[in-house]
């Protein structure tokens, strides 16, 4: 029937223990018996998506003209900038991708202040350091500048004045934030690469007493004078800056401007009281369908139903201990699929149980119609689970694609899920059924297996 029956009961509870340790925990450590130092750690929380705890998706697109060709190298680089600013802000667990050839999708499950975060996704972040001469801009104008990122001619407008760019915020090295002597106001330090601090240092030491305004995306943040040579490479910005509002723009010149200019086409905003009714009426809805499903497999296939019950708890129980130990996001769409995907688990059961009764009904040993059940219902099962695994992978390429989330989740869990389902169904299930026939050795198969 099977050999080495003992050996894959014992994997099987290893398997399972392991399953409910990571299910039961919200973080894993491994502490030094001698020491009590802290070898290994992680955190095993589930991650929630948008549509299950609430926050905000944006839907970013290229502020160029549509008829304009966006070079996708830029694109991608756009994305990991608004990816590294939003991380910056402290917004956890955000996912930024690109939808189609000129959008980006950004995703902030939990997140509470929206506002901040648009903000700073749509900064290009330019920032310039303009000869102004012996005029002193006001802070907050719009100062237009001889600087183009696409290198294309600046020319002034009627009763404006070009200033002249000494450099850009290419050339900074690294940005924090401070405040001044008396605590009062917030700074922004900076310290400048070797050329950008030759550049700084030649144009102080030859404009002592004027104006050098500090210009993001054409608008002035401050416009200090020169009060003498600054050799060093390091200096700050001074303006009204509160506390949220420097940090931001910290985030926005350490992380470069982006090379695509981008604007919010739209923005959908849930709350967090909708995601968690959506999750626990998820939750009941599996649970409820499970109890069926479970009723239904123990009264018409009695023993061996019992055993594709015991089965499914436990793949259920490895797939969410997989889910949280790698840190994947579950979505509604994702519960879907992996509700879909024990539903595969169960045909596979189905299948074998079928074929164990037609092989008992002509006459076969218990043992005889386990072994041909597994081996005749085979092929169809392989089919079945691979054209699966085929349709995820086609969808979850859709999504990748086209930037639609929903269905990149449902794909993954699904994918997983069927994987999973497989192994179940061929190996737990067929071990635990083997394990109740040795151990009761049923006569009465009418009764056992509900011929």
Do not use: C
């Amino acid at each position: 029937m099977i050999r080495n029956l003992t050996n894959r009961i014992i994997f099987i509870v290893v398997i399972l223990a392991l399953a409910l340790w990571i299910d039961l925990s919200s973080k894993i450590e491994f502490r030094n018996p001698v020491t009590d130092d802290i070898i290994f750690s992680q955190s095993v929380e589930p991650r929630l998506g948008l549509d299950l705890q609430g926050g905000l998706q944006v839907l970013l697109e290229a502020d160029i003209p549509a008829d304009q060709q966006i070079d996708p190298a830029a694109l991608e680089i756009a994305r990991v900038i608004v990816q590294q600013r939003t991380d910056a802000l402290g917004v956890n667990e955000n996912v930024i991708q690109i939808a189609g050839d000129r959008r980006i999708v950004g995703e902030f499950p939990g997140l509470e202040d929206t506002e901040s975060v648009l903000a700073t996704i749509q900064q290009t972040g330019l920032l310039e350091f303009v000869d102004t001469g012996d005029f002193a801009p006001e802070e907050g104008s719009f100062l237009v500048t001889d600087y183009s990122p696409t290198g294309a001619p600046v020319e002034a407008a009627e009763g404006e004045t070009i200033y002249h760019t000494i450099m850009t915020g290419a050339e900074l090295d690294a940005v924090t934030v401070s405040q001044d002597q008396l605590g009062a106001n917030y700074l922004i330090d900076f310290r400048l690469k070797s050329d950008g601090a030759k550049i700084f240092g030649e144009h102080t030491s030859a404009n002592n007493g004027k104006f050098l305004a500090i210009v993001l995306d054409k608008q002035v943040i401050s416009a200090p004078i020169i009060n003498g040579a600054i050799t060093g490479g390091e200096g700050s910005i001074s303006g009204n800056f509160t506390f949220e509002s420097a940090n931001a723009f910290a985030v926005q010149l350490r992380y470069g401007s982006l090379p695509v200019p981008l604007k919010v086409v739209e923005t959908r905003i849930i709350g967090p009281t909708l995601g968690a009714d959506s999750l626990n009426k998820s939750l009941m809805a599996g649970l409820i369908g499970m109890a069926i499903v479970a009723l239904f497999m123990v009264v018409y296939y009695r023993m061996p139903g019992v055993a594709a019950v015991l089965s499914i708890l436990t793949y259920a129980l490895i797939a969410f201990a997989i889910f949280k130990w790698f840190h994947f996001t579950l979505t509604l769409p994702g519960i879907a699929g992996f509700l879909l995907s024990t539903g595969s688990a169960l045909d596979a059961n189905i299948l074998i149980f079928e074929r164990i009764k037609e092989e008992l009904r002509n006459g076969r040993s218990i043992v005889q119609a386990l072994d041909l059940g597994w081996t005749r219902a085979w092929s169809s099962i392989r089919d079945s689970n691979l054209s699966a695994i085929i349709t995820a992978v086609i969808l979850f390429w859709f999504g990748s694609s086209f930037g639609a989330t929903i269905v990149k989740g449902f794909s993954l869990t699904l994918a997983l899920g069927v994987i999973i389902s497989l192994f179940t169904a061929i190996y737990i299930t067929r071990t635990i059924l083997a394990l109740f026939i040795t151990s009761f050795k049923p006569k009465n198969l009418e009764a056992w297996f509900g011929l």
